[in-house]
Structure formats: structure tokens, C-alpha cells
């Protein structure tokens, strides 16, 4: 069965610091992964998917088959940036979720 | 632009009534989706509907039923609710593209059961 983790609930980081939020998943086959952001009082967006291999926002995720990771990276933390973050796995058209990561960046 | 439209925002409810969350999406999507997001479990999938009167179960059915009737419209029932069941619950909707798919998501419908 497939799972996601995130381990940390909480994330509080200061301005211009570096940032990432760790994402661990459990699939047998070859998975394809998302993170997604709730900004305060939006609805849930996609910020990004490893098949893309972009940039968004500045944040990147590298997509870790040895050890089952996708950690969302970004070198300098903005304040916009605070937000609970959700790390996804699509299986067969189904997205399963972690328990997702508030990230606080303080000024 | 994308949107999936949750009709009702802010709900509350008394035990054991019958409860109807409604959905809409004007995307064409063949997918459509019910998940519950509570603080620090995430969003657990209740229903995953693939077609018009097609469903499966998620990870946590269990108290919950679901319509689909016609393709934009995907409806969360709760038979008779429980104050376990006050939560914020999240539809959303996808295409069978498989890769490169995208899912997008309503506001949200807070409920509460007293």
C-alpha cells in the first residue's frame, strides 16, 4: 500500500534561511509525486510535481528513489512563503496525501 | 480558469441528522474526489469517484455514502452524523490522464456537529 509521510508538523524558520521540508513516501511501483500549499484562508494549489522538474516560488524537490524521498527545498525563506505544505503520491488516479507541514517563516 | 465549487462554506449540524455536502466542477473531469483534512492526519481520502455513478472507497469510508449522477456533480452524504465527523472536508477533481495529471480543489466545507 502506498503512504506518505511527513515527519515534521511544524516548521519556524527566519527570513533569508534556507528551508526544507522532508517527504517520504512508501510505493512499489514508480511514483509520481506532488507538493501542494494552503496559503491562510485559500484553497489548496499545486506548488509542484517531479515529473516537471521545475521551479516554482523557488522551491525545488528532487525525487530520491534509494530513499524514498521528495523533499521541497528553498535557499532563502520569504515570509510569503508561510503556509502548511503537503507532500502527495498519485496512484491510478488517486492522490493520497501526508499529514502535511506548517511552515512559519518569521521576519 | 479551473474551479471546483463546494456549495455550502460553514455548516452545523445536530447528531444523527442526515448531512449532504455537495460539489461541483465545470472542468469536464472524469475523476472526482472527498477527503477530510484534520490537523495533523492531513487529508484522508473518503470517496474516489472515476465516472458517472462509478466509486470506490478510500482509506475511511466508513459513515459516509456518495452520489454521483451526473459528471460535474459529486456528493458527500453522512446517513447520520456524529460529532466524530465535525471536520473540514475537501472535494476535488481530476482527469484519467495518469501521468501529468493534476488534482484541484474546492474551498472547502467546514462542519460541525454538535
Known amino acids: 500500500a502506498q503512504r506518505v509521510t511527513q515527519p515534521e508538523k511544524l516548521l519556524s524558520v527566519f527570513k533569508g534561511a534556507p528551508v526544507e521540508l522532508k517527504c517520504n513516501y512508501s510505493y512499489s511501483g514508480s511514483p509520481e509525486l506532488f507538493w501542494y500549499v494552503q496559503y491562510s484562508r485559500q484553497r489548496l494549489q499545486l506548488l509542484l510535481r517531479h515529473i516537471s522538474r521545475e521551479s516554482i516560488k523557488g522551491f525545488t524537490a528532487d525525487l530520491n528513489k534509494g530513499e524514498t524521498s521528495f523533499h521541497l527545498k528553498k535557499p532563502f525563506a520569504q515570509e510569503e512563503d508561510s503556509a502548511m505544505y503537503y507532500c502527495?503520491?498519485?496512484?491510478?488516479?488517486?492522490?493520497?496525501f501526508g499529514s502535511g507541514t506548517k511552515l512559519n517563516v518569521k521576519p | 480558469d479551473v474551479k471546483v465549487t463546494q456549495s455550502s462554506r460553514y455548516l452545523v449540524k445536530r447528531t444523527g441528522e442526515k448531512v449532504f455536502l455537495e460539489c461541483v466542477q465545470d472542468m469536464d473531469h472524469e475523476n472526482m474526489f472527498w477527503y477530510r483534512q484534520d490537523p495533523g492526519l492531513g487529508l484522508r481520502l473518503i470517496y474516489f469517484?472515476?465516472?458517472?455513478?462509478?466509486?470506490e472507497k478510500g482509506d475511511i469510508p466508513e459513515g459516509y455514502s456518495v452520489s454521483r449522477e451526473k459528471k460535474e456533480r459529486f456528493s458527500l452524504i453522512l446517513e447520520s452524523a456524529s460529532t466524530n465527523q465535525t471536520s473540514m472536508y475537501l472535494c476535488a477533481s481530476s482527469h484519467s490522464l495518469g501521468i501529468g495529471n493534476t488534482i484541484y480543489f474546492g474551498e472547502g466545507s467546514w462542519l460541525t456537529v454538535v
Open positions: 502527495a503520491l498519485m496512484n491510478f488516479n488517486k492522490f493520497y
Open positions: 469517484s472515476y465516472d458517472v455513478k462509478m466509486k
